[in-house]
């Protein structure tokens, strides 16, 4: 398997790249060649995907940039030298000399991973980088990497039991690399230890409860988020997947010195030692989009599908037939998008107070997303999940920080705390947050009754506005039942430009991600997403666009507002009508729009304007980030 990810012709001993930039892609470039991968732009937006979520620069010259790629066909290591060294960005500040890049299937094939780990773990065997510095021929160096490693010395463990945890975002090589180091620093220690992989393969190596019982400290070295409540009562230490690959023995002394760890700061919720250049905020956010996107994903391509083979337009709306197969199709898809809300709360309320909070987080989300509960016409839609994980995460994060009886404490996180959270949060939206937002949709539904007879590019501009900013919340919802409404009175341009101004935002969002590809302004799974988005687009399913709106709201609700701006107000100056309530190409295509060339035409001019300002706003604020950090 070992000769399969190397060869000589993916080893470079003097490597013509002088910036970061050039022998990343000098590297990939080397991939390609090989045909290990198919798209080099691609491979390297992943990689630089990676990049942002920390720099991938060791101590002591090395670098091992990594990245799981759609764009790779088969897993690769592809080795690097450069002579005089190029500043990558490492924390201790030196040039990097040598570099490591692994190539990754974004699949389920992970059993290479393994041996990429037993690879890349070469790096901090004793002598085995100044040996690869000193190979003559590209030969000697894949020579001295197949070379049989030494096994990790075992110790008897009688100065006592040690548990590490590890993970990095991608989990193909610091993950490894820090297990590695913790193993071999504490058998130099005299402690046996057991560590815990968080890898692209899954966790491997879990201690039980009575390993966990009979540990002298715990080592949580990890860039991703692990739970730590398992280990409450024992000495333990957090920090970056790097720290143990720099000192794994200084850090097993600091461990064995730490305090008793209890969850009583909301530590055990937080990504261990999280990369400097995200705010807290965003951590939780991702962490609920993450968890968010394949609900959205396979429910819109479900419902996308369905009524694009199957649906008919009426006058209720694109409908399937009752009892057909796409009546089936369609059914599952709504499933999965009534779920996607809840999970969107649940997992960021998880993110600021781990497993404790993730019931009454899910909880909260299906409650905001269900108007029912509030007497609201519509739910909050995917702003609401947000307000209720970070409601529900802060609220649980309280109320396990006290230090409770002996008897009680076990009962916290799997009763109490569940409980209390769940009655907090539904209290509190249908009480408290559910009335203002019923009011709030009855008023928006009057003043556009009142604006009906007025200009029509203003309200083209708010019925846009609407649309484009919570994609199927609220003010969306308003918007659209709003426009449903007329229909019936015979005024069926209000639903031509709500139907153009529908599918923007997830159109824009998908164009965004192509157009954008090459500036490392989106994340690799906001680039799967993006394709998700232009198909749920093509029939009209705004929800497509959340997962961007919910992880960047700064850039990405004011882009979806303006192009949906600009597609409602085109489609009123077209006379553009519709006669079904449902909006979007699939809607022209099938004959329920008087003009469909011009009603296409107004929505895809709306998405262009939303692709271009989300980049331009991505581009800023990501400027903005560059400055404050230097």
Request: glycine share 10%; hydrophobic share 50%.
């Amino acid at each position: 398997m070992i000769t399969q990810l190397i060869s000589s012709r993916l080893i470079r001993l003097n490597l013509s790249s002088t910036t970061k930039d050039d022998v990343l892609a000098e590297l990939a470039e080397m991939l390609a060649a090989e045909g290990r991968i198919t798209d080099q732009q691609q491979f390297l937006a992943d990689i630089y995907a990676r990049e942002a979520l920390g720099n991938t620069g060791f101590d002591d010259g090395v670098a091992i940039p990594h990245a799981k790629s759609a764009a790779v066909t088969e897993p690769a290591v592809v080795i690097g030298i450069s002579r005089q060294g190029i500043d990558y960005g490492a924390e201790d500040g030196q040039p990097s000399k040598l570099f490591f890049m692994i190539a990754s299937p974004d699949g389920n094939a992970n059993h290479h991973v393994e041996v990429l780990a037993e690879l890349s773990a070469k790096l901090i065997e004793e002598g085995f980088i100044a040996q690869l510095f000193a190979a003559q021929t590209e030969e000697d160096a894949l020579a001295l990497l197949l070379a049989k490693s030494e096994p990790t010395p075992q110790s008897s463990g009688e100065n006592g039991f040690l548990i590490g945890v590890t993970g990095c975002p991608t989990g193909i090589a610091h993950t490894y690399l820090a297990a590695e180091s913790l193993e071999k620093g504490a058998a130099a220690l005299g402690y046996q230890i057991k560590v815990e992989t968080n890898g692209s393969i899954g966790v491997k190596n879990s201690p039980t409860a009575e390993e966990i019982a009979a540990a002298d400290a715990i080592i949580v070295a990890s860039d991703k988020q692990v739970s730590l409540t398992r280990f409450a009562g024992k000495k333990l230490i957090e920090t970056g997947v790097k720290e143990p690959i720099r000192d794994a023995q200084g850090l097993i002394h600091k461990a064995l010195q730490a305090p008793v760890y209890q969850p009583d700061s909301g530590a055990e919720s937080r990504e261990a030692a999280p990369s400097r250049n995200r705010p807290e905020l965003y951590r939780y956010l991702m962490n609920g989009v993450s968890h968010m996107i394949p609900f959205v994903v396979a429910g819109g391509l479900l419902i996308a599908l369905a009524l694009a083979i199957g649906g008919e337009p009426t006058e209720a709306g694109m409908a399937i037939p009752q009892g057909s197969l796409w009546n089936k199709v369609l059914d599952v898809g709504v499933v999965s998008f009534q779920l996607m809300i809840p999970i969107l709360a649940g997992y960021i309320a998880y993110a600021i107070a781990d497993r404790p909070a993730l019931a009454p987080g899910m909880i909260g989300g299906w409650i905001a997303n269900n108007g029912s509960f509030y007497d609201a016409a519509a739910g909050t839609g995917f702003i609401g999940a947000i307000i209720a994980g970070l409601l529900v995460g802060y609220f649980i994060r309280w109320l396990t920080s006290f230090n409770y009886h002996k008897m009680i404490q076990p009962l916290v996180p799997i009763m109490i705390a569940p409980i209390t959270g769940a009655l907090f949060i539904s209290g509190l939206f249908i009480f408290v947050i559910g009335a203002p937002i019923a009011s709030l949709m009855h008023g928006m539904t009057e003043l556009l009754t009142t604006m009906s007879t007025g200009n029509m590019v203003l309200l083209g501009i708010v019925l846009g506005g609407l649309a484009g900013f919570d994609m199927g919340g609220p003010f969306n919802k308003v918007a659209f039942l709003f426009s449903v409404g007329m229909i019936a009175s015979g005024q069926t341009q209000f639903m031509g430009a709500m139907a153009c101004a529908i599918p923007v935002a997830p159109l824009g969002m998908g164009l965004a991600t192509v157009l954008g590809r090459k500036l490392s302004l989106f994340e690799s799974s906001e680039l799967e997403a993006g394709k998700a988005a232009g198909a749920m687009g093509l029939v009209g399913i705004s929800e497509g666009a959340i997962p961007f709106a919910a992880q960047d709201p700064v850039s990405v609700i004011p882009a979806n507002m303006l192009g949906s701006m600009v597609a409602a107000v085109m489609a009123f100056s077209f006379g553009i009508t519709d006669s079904v309530a449902h909006g979007g190409p699939v809607v022209a295509l099938l004959g329920a729009m008087n003009k469909p060339l011009l009603a296409l035409f107004c929505m895809a001019l709306g998405a262009v304007v939303t692709a271009l300002t989300c980049i331009a706003l991505k581009k800023m604020r990501q400027a903005k980030l560059q400055s404050v950090d230097i």
